[in-house]
């Protein structure tokens, strides 16, 4: 459509209408919240991307992020990504020269230096709808997707796009896949362009050459969360963590394949963490292992960056062997801080861009394999620099050269792998076992099927096991960037499923998956966990596509129970091996998994005390307590995965339970109004404590009269009233 141009009108509206008209009304439409973020949480591996180009992980509670393996509680991984940009004989819009302009990534800068335009998700298909009893445990998470486009390749992308004050438009797009062999990475493409925009705007406000221009990242892992407890609480932020690398010989191997014969290699550019030795520990704390539980270790993972493409010039969009031209570590919170963009800043930034043409700073860094040249003689990794911010992965890519409207991109990987759960439980366990017993010698059995004799190296054989298991993670991601992020495809999930509770059953049904159609299309599964949901999920049903659902006939009574329901394929369609390996593939768990519990209900009891016979015998029960006495010491042998719950059973549909103390002091109330006979508390007062030992008195109030459904007959009238004794032993 031809625009035509109109004369301003006086006035705030005629302003308004020439900006709008002239286009730089465009600025209220670009710019981004600099805390923007957008959350991918569809695979075992789940992160949140923020809007100024870098993430730094801090919620102003504890480091959030890279979530690996997603399903168990407290397996953030991120600390932080620092980033950098520079150039040479730089003139700003103001014709101001600079010999080196640099720029620091982070949300300080954001609206001076850095001027974010676009953040945004794209999904391939809409989210499931999940319920449970009626509950749409979904819905919080239906903001994170922007789009749908059912033509894109991977399961998300996300788009983020960030203007700088030297003209250089950098975007990243992030994919990411569900498929159960790539859903443990994310790719990042980054694309650099001379656009001159220096704004929030879309006028341009530099049209001149970039030359030099060179881009750098430090980022560090805590490896993990959960980790940091057996470890030490330094360990949230990385304080522990070695460095390590791969690639020094990727040039002689810049043009191979990786093939699912030869799925490891350590020619692939990429430098990766995990936890080293805390000093204060007396024991051998690799792994993270659990000495005041079971044993289990707590930190298995092996965090990182692989680098899969460098454009070697605006002009050759190859990749170049001889990038990166600095790929090591870096002390982690030692860096030079720009004081400012203009040229009172303009000593800090000549630091800067050194560091960025490969020298580190104060000499805190190398490109060494940091772990194997001082862990002999620094066995805490944060003592070769004395640094208290840990170590970081250091990269530096460039330099280049760029026209107004030219452009280089670059390739990365960021992943997550180790041990799983099952194997961190078996393991930390057999190794507490000897801990406790120093006389146990083993045998341990070791990765390769040898044995040792020593506790110590069968734990840290098997945790840097973990080398492999990243080194695999990135070679699948360099094999779905070859195959033009056409890996193959599981069947997409139902989108409804609904769960729900009854008297005999507890039933999980789903709506068709809109793979049926598909010629590999083979059918559902439903997955259960018991107790809670960081757990491990077991298989309960498999069948065709004709059946939308399965009743749970096995939930025993008083036991909360976790489902998810998964399409799954035959295979014929995944069977070259190119990008993984072969055979059937399922959907995600993170699409329909549920995380609110679903238990057997009972009837409402019809008696508040028990009815007996003349022989003395319960013909109708009252209200139970189960367990009761409630010991902290036999909890293992009540309701499985919920230690502290207690259960009032065979009471009124409709009812109110109050807790008092033995001397009368209210301590909870549940307003029970579902209809059903049995409600449970968990030990916790309405202030949010742990009940302590004690003798506790129960009142249960009815708040709505209740009849016999069969034959019409009053079972209780409102304002009837129950009271029962309850011990907890703590």
């Not at 991984?77 to 640099?102: K, L, M, P």
């Not at 009893?133 to 390749?153: F, H, K």
């Not at 890519?397 to 099952?422: C, H, I, K, M």
């Not at 976790?562 to 295979?571: C, H, L, Q, T």
Request: proline content about 6%; overall charge negative; hydrophobic content about 35%.
């Amino acid at each position: 459509m031809k625009r035509t141009y109109h004369p301003p009108m006086p006035g705030l509206k005629g302003i308004i209408l020439t900006l709008m008209l002239t286009g730089i009304w465009f600025a209220a439409f670009s710019q981004v919240v600099s805390t923007d973020r957008r959350y991918i949480r569809i695979g075992e591996l789940q992160n949140h991307y923020t809007a100024y180009g870098s993430d730094r992980a801090w919620n102003n509670t504890y480091y959030e992020g890279l979530r690996w393996p997603a399903g168990y509680f407290y397996q953030d991984n991120s600390v932080i990504r620092r980033q950098w940009i520079g150039c040479t004989n730089f003139t700003n819009a103001r014709d101001e020269h600079y010999d080196n302009f640099a720029i620091t990534f982070s949300e300080g800068n954001v609206g001076t230096a850095l001027f974010p335009v676009e953040l945004k998700q794209i999904a391939k298909f809409a989210l499931p709808t999940v319920y449970v009893d009626g509950i749409d445990i979904s819905a919080p998470y239906a903001t994170d997707v922007d789009e749908i486009d059912p033509t894109i390749i991977p399961d998300r992308i996300v788009i983020n796009k960030v203007n700088t004050l030297i003209g250089l438009t950098i975007t990243r797009t992030i994919y990411a896949f569900s498929q159960q062999y790539h859903n443990n990475y994310f790719i990042q493409t980054w694309t650099l362009e001379n656009t001159g925009n220096t704004d929030y705007d879309s006028e341009i406000e530099l049209t001149r050459p970039l030359t030099g221009v060179r881009f750098s990242f430090g980022v560090r892992y805590s490896v993990c969360r959960d980790g940091a407890s057996p470890v030490g609480s330094a360990q949230t932020y990385g304080k522990f963590s070695w460095v390590t690398k791969r690639g020094e010989n990727y040039a002689a191997h810049a043009g191979e394949k990786i093939t699912e014969a030869n799925p490891i290699v350590d020619w692939i550019r990429c430098g990766f963490e995990y936890v080293g030795q805390n000093p204060v520990n007396a024991f051998d704390n690799i792994g993270g292992p659990y000495i005041s539980k079971n044993g289990r270790l707590a930190s298995p993972q092996h965090a990182g960056v692989a680098i899969l493409h460098v454009d070697k010039s605006a002009g050759d969009h190859s990749d170049d062997p001889a990038q990166l031209l600095k790929l090591g570590w870096h002390a982690g919170d030692s860096y030079p801080g720009v004081t400012s963009y203009t040229k009172e800043g303009e000593p800090s930034m000549a630091i800067l861009y050194n560091v960025l043409s490969g020298n580190p700073y104060m000499g805190l860094g190398g490109t060494t394999r940091f772990d194997e040249t001082y862990m002999a003689t620094h066995p805490d990794p944060s003592t070769v620099h004395n640094d208290g911010g840990g170590t970081n992965v250091w990269a530096c890519y460039g330099p280049w050269d760029l026209q107004p409207g030219e452009s280089v991109t670059f390739v990365e990987a960021e992943g997550v792998s180790g041990l799983n759960r099952q194997m961190c439980e078996s393991i930390g366990a057999r190794w507490k076992k000897a801990y406790l017993d120093p006389g146990d010698k083993g045998p341990f059995t070791l990765p390769d099927g040898s044995t040792t004799n020593d506790k110590d190296v069968y734990k840290n054989k098997w945790v840097f096991t973990g080398k492999d298991s990243i080194l695999m993670t990135f070679g699948r991601a360099k094999r779905a960037m070859d195959a033009e992020y056409k890996i193959p495809q599981p069947p997409q999930p139902p989108p409804l499923v609904d769960v729900k509770s009854g008297g005999d059953r507890i039933t999980v049904s789903w709506s068709a998956s809109p793979s049926e159609s598909e010629s590999d299309f083979a059918g559902y599964k439903v997955f259960r966990a018991v107790g809670r949901t960081d757990t491990v999920f077991q298989e309960i049903y498999s069948g065709g596509k004709d059946i939308h659902a399965f009743a749970d006939v096995s939930a025993i009574r008083g036991i909360s129970y976790y489902y998810y329901v998964s399409a799954f394929n035959d295979g014929s369609k995944n069977s070259s091996g190119e990008c993984n390996p072969p055979g059937p593939l399922l959907s995600s768990r993170y699409y329909t998994q549920t995380t609110e519990p679903a238990y057997l209900r009972r009837q409402a009891g019809s008696s508040l005390e028990d009815v007996v016979d003349a022989d003395g015998n319960v013909i109708t029960p009252g209200i139970r307590i189960v367990p009761n006495p409630y010991n902290i010491k036999s909890r293992v042998l009540q309701y499985t995965g919920e230690n502290d719950k207690i259960m009032f059973l065979n009471i009124p549909g409709h009812c109110t339970i109050r807790i008092f103390t033995e001397r009368g002091d209210l301590i909870n109330q549940i307003s029970h109004e579902d209809g059903s006979g049995d409600e449970s508390w968990n030990s916790i007062t309405s202030s949010r404590q742990v009940v302590v030992s004690g003798i506790y008195i129960v009142h249960f109030e009815v708040t709505a009269d209740q009849y016999d459904s069969a034959t019409n007959t009053l079972l209780y009238k409102k304002g009837d009233t129950a009271v029962r004794k309850l011990v907890i032993i703590r």
